[in-house]
């Protein structure tokens, strides 16, 4: 049976790492900053701002570290980046990072293309992470690549993503994002992930990460959302992709996810008019076709009351 649905959700604009990290051009630091800033005065209250990985894995995210300076501070959002080991973790925390989020798959073979080692491997290396946060007080995350199907193994079955939960939970992991990476989940394999999944670790503390590379990431949001999750991942303008699976397209849109949540009276906290204007100003600014379908639409809309009113 469905759980009821919640006066609110949790949405995590990662469009500024996820989206951005896979901009073949460099992005100046201060266009991030202002993407940043931006999505930050739109009213979204989780922003992953930033990842301190290897530059030689992922140039565009080598700036992590100015972009964590200049961003404006808004009280009360939590700036996150993604750590994928203690050097990462130092620079991390000394950037003033709030919450850090460390990442591994359910599939050996994509943990082994993005971080270079195995899924046991990287538990071990975040170890030393997860100690660090705890002692810096600074929140934990944890991210499972490949959870829904992996460009390397195909199908990934519940089990895998329910043990590396575990792992993660184990580490002290406040909570869990589970990805949809290739965006080929459908609702059925959201309902068995997530299922395997709350077994471990309370669906309260489970996040949705779904790409919309088959047009499924609003459906497996819902799934998701009647089974009791509560964290929503979506990036501005549907940035993003994935360097690892061709033709893999970004994020769910930031926008199409805030126009379901409000359309069904779920709360989020964030303008979506004002968020259009985030993606329009960062699909101008990396001369790129905004991913959104609502922004596309909402901007039409603009558009043509606009023309109206000049004609008059
Ligand atoms: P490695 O090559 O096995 O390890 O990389 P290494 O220790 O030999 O490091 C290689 C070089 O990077 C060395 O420099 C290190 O010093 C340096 P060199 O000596 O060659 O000049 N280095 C660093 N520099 C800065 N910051 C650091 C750092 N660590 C090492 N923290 C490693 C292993 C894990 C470091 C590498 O594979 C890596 O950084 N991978 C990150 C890949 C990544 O960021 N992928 C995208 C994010 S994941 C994602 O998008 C999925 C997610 O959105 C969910 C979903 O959708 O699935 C989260
Ligand atoms: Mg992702």
């Known amino acids: 049976m469905a759980t009821p649905l919640p006066a609110s959700v949790e949405v995590v604009e990662v469009g500024p790492r996820d989206g951005l990290q896979n901009e073949s051009t460099p992005v100046p630091a201060a266009v991030k900053i202002d993407l940043v800033d931006r999505l930050a005065a739109a009213g979204l209250r989780a922003i992953e701002a930033a990842a301190f990985v290897s530059p030689r894995w992922v140039p565009q995210m080598a700036d ?10 808004t009280p009360g959002v939590v700036y996150s ?14 950037a003033g990072v709030q919450e850090v989020v460390v990442f591994s798959a359910a599939s050996e073979s994509f943990a082994r293309r993005n971080i270079n080692c195995s899924i046991s491997e990287s538990i071990e290396r975040f170890e030393p992470v997860a100690r660090m946060a705890r002692d810096a007080g600074v929140r934990l995350r944890g991210s499972i ?37 290739i965006g080929v989940g459908t609702p059925g394999a959201v309902r068995a992930a997530f299922e395997a999944a709350a077994r471990v670790l309370p669906m309260e503390r489970l996040a949705g990460h779904f790409h919309d ?15 009791g999750v509560r964290s929503f991942h979506a990036s501005v303008a549907g940035l993003g992709g994935c360097p690892y699976a061709r033709g893999a397209t970004g994020n769910l849109a930031t926008e199409d996810l805030l126009y379901m949540l409000h359309g069904m009276g779920i709360a989020t906290g964030a303008d979506l008019q004002a968020v259009v204007d985030c993606g329009d100003y960062i699909s101008r600014a990396v001369g790129r076709a905004n991913g959104s379908r609502a922004a596309r639409a909402l901007l039409a ?3 043509s009351a606009q023309a109206a009113r000049a004609s008059h």
């Not at 047009?215 to 089974?227: K, P």
């Open 145 to 181: 690549s490949c959870a829904l199907g992996c460009p390397y193994e195909g199908a990934i079955v519940p089990a895998a993503v329910a043990d590396v939960v575990r792992r993660m939970a184990e580490l002290g992991c406040d909570s869990v994002d589970v990805a949809d990476t």
């Open 301 to 303: 809309a603009r558009e």
């Open 81 to 94: 980046a993604l750590v994928p080991n203690v050097r990462g973790m130092e620079a991390a925390l000394a």
């Open 64 to 73: 992590g570290a100015e972009v964590m300076a200049g961003i404006r501070r």
């Open 213 to 227: 590379t088959y047009g499924q990431a609003l459906a497996n949001v819902l799934a998701a959302l009647q089974l």
